[in-house]
């Protein structure tokens, strides 16, 4: 079945330990994003790759970082979490640029930092 | 870089009654309009898009209309079902490119009985 798969669905973490959440596309995309859901502001991209070894920022960066070593996972690292980056995150892949065809979205997962 | 208006933020109808979303945007460059639905707890799909190159594009139940002068497109659902419940997004191309989107805010749909 193509899909995207985001792990772990659910974390709840403290202020300033390190986490990785996971994303994966079995679908041979070309494109790989990650996006956060607030309340009131829609989705918002982080980070986004073009392909492998190819990242550039989106329009909320700061604080995460990726990595896209392999064409079917793109990782999003907060390095020290704050109250701050309690959201939901989406990770998405699309077969060609995302201005230009559908993306396919992850489950989704819900983040807390205390 | 791209900014994309979406209105109303929550939009009430009774089942049966045609619902109309719009949206704006800023660059005249943009020829990529998607609407994603995403219903409580999942994720957002996508229902229908449209390119600069046409005005209108319809699939069954749901229409999207464009007006490049205008900078603005439109989601139009027709007869509402209760299923049709969900969060409405619009989106446009960030940055000119192909590298992302800009979503507007959302749109709560909610179906009266």
């Known amino acids: 079945e193509a899909q995207v798969t985001q792990n772990p669905r659910y974390l709840i973490t403290v202020t300033g330990k390190k986490l990785t959440v996971t994303c994966s596309q079995n679908?041979?995309?070309?494109?790989m994003s990650w996006y956060r859901q607030d309340p009131g502001l829609g989705l918002r991209q982080i980070y986004y790759?073009?392909?492998?070894?190819?990242?550039d920022k989106g329009d909320v960066p700061e604080g995460y970082k990726v990595s896209r070593k392999e064409k079917r996972n793109f990782p999003l690292i907060l390095e020290s979490p704050s109250p701050n980056q309690t959201s939901l995150y989406f990770c998405?892949?699309?077969?060609?640029?995302?201005?230009?065809?559908?993306?396919?979205f992850g489950p989704g997962t819900r983040l807390t930092v205390l | 870089g791209e900014n994309v208006e979406q209105h109303p933020s929550t939009l009430s109808v009774q089942e049966g009654d045609s619902a109309v979303i719009k949206c704006t945007y800023s660059?005249?460059?943009?020829?990529?309009f998607p609407w994603y639905k995403q219903e409580l707890g999942k994720r957002p799909q996508l229902i229908i898009d449209?390119?600069?190159?046409?005005g209108e594009k319809k699939d069954q139940r749901i229409a999207v209309t464009l007006n490049k002068t205008a900078k603005h497109f439109s989601l139009h659902i027709t007869e509402t079902q209760p299923e049709d419940s969900a969060v409405y997004f619009c989106?446009?191309?960030?940055?000119?490119?192909?590298?992302?989107?800009?979503f507007g805010k959302g749109t709560h749909l909610i179906i009266q009985p």
């Open positions: 998405a892949s699309c077969p060609t640029g995302f201005g230009t065809d559908t993306q396919y």
């Open positions: 679908m041979n995309h070309e494109y």
């Open positions: 790759s073009m392909n492998v070894e190819v990242t």
């Open positions: 660059d005249s460059a943009s020829n990529y």
């Open positions: 449209i390119r600069s190159n046409v």
């Open positions: 989106a446009a191309p960030a940055r000119g490119g192909a590298d992302g989107l800009t």
